[in-house]
Protein backbone atom coordinates (compact mmCIF):
# COMPACT_ATOMS: atom_id res chain seq x y z
CA UNK A 1 0.00 0.00 0.00
CA UNK A 2 1.09 3.50 -1.01
CA UNK A 3 2.23 5.61 2.39
CA UNK A 4 0.83 8.83 1.34
CA UNK A 5 -3.19 9.85 1.26
CA UNK A 6 -4.43 13.27 -0.21
CA UNK A 7 -7.95 13.89 1.41
CA UNK A 8 -10.09 16.07 -0.75
CA UNK A 9 -13.68 17.10 0.47
CA UNK A 10 -16.38 18.25 -1.86
CA UNK A 11 -19.53 19.37 -2.71
CA UNK A 12 -20.75 20.38 -5.99
CA UNK A 13 -16.88 20.13 -7.43
CA UNK A 14 -18.63 18.57 -11.27
CA UNK A 15 -16.16 21.01 -13.04
CA UNK A 16 -13.00 20.05 -10.74
CA UNK A 17 -12.85 17.02 -9.24
CA UNK A 18 -11.79 14.64 -12.36
CA UNK A 19 -9.13 16.84 -13.16
CA UNK A 20 -7.45 17.54 -9.57
CA UNK A 21 -7.83 13.48 -9.38
CA UNK A 22 -5.75 12.93 -13.11
CA UNK A 23 -3.29 15.18 -11.47
CA UNK A 24 -2.43 14.19 -8.16
CA UNK A 25 -2.42 10.43 -9.55
CA UNK A 26 -0.13 11.63 -12.07
CA UNK A 27 2.83 12.94 -9.79
CA UNK A 28 5.96 10.65 -8.83
CA UNK A 29 5.04 9.94 -5.41
CA UNK A 30 2.07 7.85 -5.84
CA UNK A 31 -0.14 9.70 -3.65
CA UNK A 32 -3.58 7.69 -2.87
CA UNK A 33 -6.76 9.92 -2.94
CA UNK A 34 -10.07 9.78 -0.73
CA UNK A 35 -12.55 12.22 -1.50
CA UNK A 36 -15.53 12.95 1.12
CA UNK A 37 -18.55 14.00 -0.45
CA UNK A 38 -21.24 16.15 0.83
CA UNK A 39 -24.06 14.37 -1.46
CA UNK A 40 -23.10 16.47 -3.94
CA UNK A 41 -26.22 16.79 -6.27
CA UNK A 42 -24.46 17.63 -9.10
CA UNK A 43 -22.81 13.98 -10.14
CA UNK A 44 -19.63 14.64 -8.53
CA UNK A 45 -20.41 11.47 -6.77
CA UNK A 46 -20.60 9.71 -10.38
CA UNK A 47 -17.42 11.19 -11.54
CA UNK A 48 -15.47 10.07 -8.62
CA UNK A 49 -16.76 6.42 -9.27
CA UNK A 50 -15.38 7.11 -12.90
CA UNK A 51 -11.93 7.54 -11.59
CA UNK A 52 -12.25 4.93 -8.63
CA UNK A 53 -12.27 2.59 -11.79
CA UNK A 54 -9.60 4.03 -13.59
CA UNK A 55 -7.52 3.90 -11.05
CA UNK A 56 -8.33 0.70 -9.09
CA UNK A 57 -6.64 0.44 -5.83
CA UNK A 58 -5.62 4.57 -5.75
CA UNK A 59 -8.90 6.35 -5.53
CA UNK A 60 -11.45 6.10 -2.88
CA UNK A 61 -14.33 7.73 -1.88
CA UNK A 62 -16.66 7.70 1.25
CA UNK A 63 -20.60 9.88 1.16
CA UNK A 64 -22.39 11.73 3.79
CA UNK A 65 -25.45 12.64 3.90
CA UNK A 66 -25.52 16.32 3.42
CA UNK A 67 -23.52 19.29 3.81
CA UNK A 68 -21.93 18.68 7.61
CA UNK A 69 -18.79 20.97 7.43
CA UNK A 70 -15.29 20.80 6.24
CA UNK A 71 -13.73 19.94 9.63
CA UNK A 72 -16.15 16.76 10.47
CA UNK A 73 -15.26 15.99 6.88
CA UNK A 74 -11.33 15.85 7.17
CA UNK A 75 -12.14 14.29 11.12
CA UNK A 76 -13.61 11.60 8.71
CA UNK A 77 -10.91 10.92 6.07
CA UNK A 78 -8.08 11.60 9.36
CA UNK A 79 -9.72 8.75 10.85
CA UNK A 80 -10.57 6.31 7.46
CA UNK A 81 -6.37 7.11 7.19
CA UNK A 82 -5.40 6.30 9.92
CA UNK A 83 -7.43 2.90 10.07
CA UNK A 84 -5.68 1.60 6.64
CA UNK A 85 -2.13 2.32 8.15
CA UNK A 86 -0.79 5.77 5.60
CA UNK A 87 1.63 7.68 7.57
CA UNK A 88 1.46 10.86 5.68
CA UNK A 89 -1.92 12.45 5.24
CA UNK A 90 -2.74 15.52 3.29
CA UNK A 91 -5.71 17.45 3.22
CA UNK A 92 -6.42 19.89 -0.38
CA UNK A 93 -8.93 21.69 -1.76
CA UNK A 94 -10.62 20.60 -5.08
CA UNK A 95 -10.69 23.44 -6.76
CA UNK A 96 -6.83 23.79 -7.89
CA UNK A 97 -6.59 27.15 -5.63
CA UNK A 98 -3.66 23.95 -4.64
CA UNK A 99 -1.53 23.44 -6.79
CA UNK A 100 -0.95 19.78 -7.33
CA UNK A 101 2.73 20.19 -8.07
CA UNK A 102 3.20 21.77 -4.46
CA UNK A 103 2.09 18.39 -2.88
CA UNK A 104 5.20 16.85 -3.06
CA UNK A 105 7.06 19.38 -1.64
CA UNK A 106 4.60 19.39 1.81
CA UNK A 107 4.85 15.34 1.99
CA UNK A 108 8.98 15.74 1.20
CA UNK A 109 9.04 17.95 4.00
CA UNK A 110 7.76 15.60 6.49
CA UNK A 111 9.17 12.49 5.37
CA UNK A 112 12.65 13.70 4.41
CA UNK A 113 12.82 16.87 6.63
CA UNK A 114 11.46 15.38 10.40
CA UNK A 115 8.21 17.78 9.89
CA UNK A 116 5.54 16.89 11.54
CA UNK A 117 3.19 19.43 9.75
CA UNK A 118 4.06 21.18 6.77
CA UNK A 119 1.57 23.84 5.73
CA UNK A 120 1.25 25.15 2.02
CA UNK A 121 1.69 28.85 3.12
CA UNK A 122 0.63 31.86 1.70
CA UNK A 123 2.13 34.35 3.45
CA UNK A 124 5.42 33.50 4.45
CA UNK A 125 7.14 35.50 1.70
CA UNK A 126 4.57 37.87 1.58
CA UNK A 127 1.15 37.48 0.07
CA UNK A 128 1.07 34.83 -2.27
CA UNK A 129 -2.21 35.08 -3.73
CA UNK A 130 -3.77 35.17 -7.37
CA UNK A 131 -7.00 36.39 -8.72
CA UNK A 132 -9.21 36.98 -5.10
CA UNK A 133 -10.98 40.18 -4.35
CA UNK A 134 -8.72 42.35 -2.35
CA UNK A 135 -11.54 42.63 0.92
CA UNK A 136 -10.83 38.61 1.11
CA UNK A 137 -7.18 38.95 0.64
CA UNK A 138 -7.27 41.26 3.44
CA UNK A 139 -9.90 39.61 5.31
CA UNK A 140 -7.99 35.79 5.08
CA UNK A 141 -4.31 37.62 5.78
CA UNK A 142 -5.49 39.84 8.68
CA UNK A 143 -7.42 36.53 10.58
CA UNK A 144 -3.95 35.50 10.57
CA UNK A 145 -2.46 37.90 12.33
CA UNK A 146 -4.92 37.88 14.31
CA UNK A 147 -4.37 33.77 15.13
CA UNK A 148 -0.78 34.79 15.64
CA UNK A 149 -1.70 37.74 18.16
CA UNK A 150 -4.08 35.68 20.60
CA UNK A 151 -2.42 32.20 20.27
CA UNK A 152 1.22 33.00 20.15
CA UNK A 153 1.34 30.66 17.36
CA UNK A 154 4.19 31.49 15.34
CA UNK A 155 2.58 31.04 11.79
CA UNK A 156 2.39 33.30 9.01
CA UNK A 157 -1.02 31.58 7.34
CA UNK A 158 -2.90 29.74 10.56
CA UNK A 159 -5.72 29.52 8.44
CA UNK A 160 -4.29 27.47 5.71
CA UNK A 161 -6.56 24.40 3.90
CA UNK A 162 -3.38 22.54 2.75
CA UNK A 163 -1.58 20.66 4.70
CA UNK A 164 0.59 18.03 5.34
CA UNK A 165 0.50 15.66 8.63
CA UNK A 166 2.83 13.12 9.93
CA UNK A 167 0.40 10.11 11.28
CA UNK A 168 2.11 10.84 14.32
CA UNK A 169 0.29 13.96 15.15
CA UNK A 170 -3.23 12.89 14.02
CA UNK A 171 -3.21 9.84 16.57
CA UNK A 172 -1.67 12.20 19.25
CA UNK A 173 -4.76 14.63 18.96
CA UNK A 174 -8.43 13.46 20.28
CA UNK A 175 -10.12 13.67 17.15
CA UNK A 176 -13.19 13.53 18.53
CA UNK A 177 -12.71 16.26 20.67
CA UNK A 178 -12.29 18.77 17.42
CA UNK A 179 -14.78 21.29 18.27
CA UNK A 180 -14.84 23.66 15.05
CA UNK A 181 -16.31 22.24 12.03
CA UNK A 182 -15.56 25.31 9.53
CA UNK A 183 -12.82 28.17 9.10
CA UNK A 184 -11.78 27.57 12.92
CA UNK A 185 -10.47 24.11 12.16
CA UNK A 186 -7.82 24.82 10.64
CA UNK A 187 -6.72 27.06 13.23
CA UNK A 188 -8.01 24.81 15.51
CA UNK A 189 -5.34 21.39 14.47
CA UNK A 190 -2.46 24.03 13.52
CA UNK A 191 -2.60 25.11 17.84
CA UNK A 192 -3.53 21.54 19.01
CA UNK A 193 -0.64 20.34 16.80
CA UNK A 194 1.54 23.43 18.22
CA UNK A 195 0.82 23.12 21.87
CA UNK A 196 2.41 19.47 21.81
CA UNK A 197 5.68 20.68 20.63
CA UNK A 198 5.82 18.88 17.39
CA UNK A 199 7.20 20.32 14.20
CA UNK A 200 5.77 22.48 12.18
CA UNK A 201 7.12 24.14 8.76
CA UNK A 202 5.55 26.56 6.18
CA UNK A 203 6.16 25.89 3.06
CA UNK A 204 5.72 28.70 0.22
CA UNK A 205 2.55 28.67 -2.18
CA UNK A 206 1.60 30.21 -4.51
CA UNK A 207 -2.53 30.12 -3.96
CA UNK A 208 -5.24 31.02 -7.02
CA UNK A 209 -8.84 31.19 -6.50
CA UNK A 210 -11.27 28.67 -7.94
CA UNK A 211 -11.90 29.16 -11.71
CA UNK A 212 -14.38 26.98 -12.05
CA UNK A 213 -17.68 26.40 -9.39
CA UNK A 214 -18.54 28.22 -6.45
CA UNK A 215 -17.04 28.61 -3.18
CA UNK A 216 -18.04 27.62 -0.01
CA UNK A 217 -16.69 30.37 2.24
CA UNK A 218 -19.25 32.67 4.10
CA UNK A 219 -19.09 35.23 6.88
CA UNK A 220 -20.46 32.72 9.13
CA UNK A 221 -17.93 30.07 9.11
CA UNK A 222 -14.93 33.23 8.94
CA UNK A 223 -17.02 34.59 12.46
CA UNK A 224 -16.54 30.97 14.25
CA UNK A 225 -12.77 31.30 13.28
CA UNK A 226 -13.00 35.44 15.15
CA UNK A 227 -14.55 33.80 18.29
CA UNK A 228 -12.95 30.13 18.40
CA UNK A 229 -9.85 31.17 18.75
CA UNK A 230 -10.52 33.57 21.88
CA UNK A 231 -11.94 30.14 23.10
CA UNK A 232 -8.79 27.82 22.44
CA UNK A 233 -6.87 30.08 23.72
CA UNK A 234 -8.87 30.26 27.34
CA UNK A 235 -9.04 26.39 26.93
CA UNK A 236 -5.20 26.00 26.69
CA UNK A 237 -4.81 28.64 29.84
CA UNK A 238 -6.79 25.92 31.77
CA UNK A 239 -4.71 23.18 30.59
CA UNK A 240 -7.54 21.65 28.24
CA UNK A 241 -5.87 20.69 25.39
CA UNK A 242 -7.26 17.76 24.04
Known amino acids: MNEALVIIPTYNEIENISSIIDAVIALPDNFNILV ?27 TRSGKLGLGTAYIMGFKWALDKGYKYITEMDADFSHNPQDLPKLYHECKDNN ?11 GVNVVNWPMGRVLMSYFASVYVRMITGMPLRDSTAGFVCYRDTVLRALDLDRIQF ?30 QLGTSKMSSGIFGEAVFGVIKLKLQS ?6
Open 115 to 125: ADMAIGSRYIT
Open 181 to 210: KGYAFQIEMKFKTWLRKFKIVEVPIIFVNR
Open 237 to 242: LFGKKK
Open 36 to 62: IDDASPDGTQDAVKAKIEQYPGRVFME
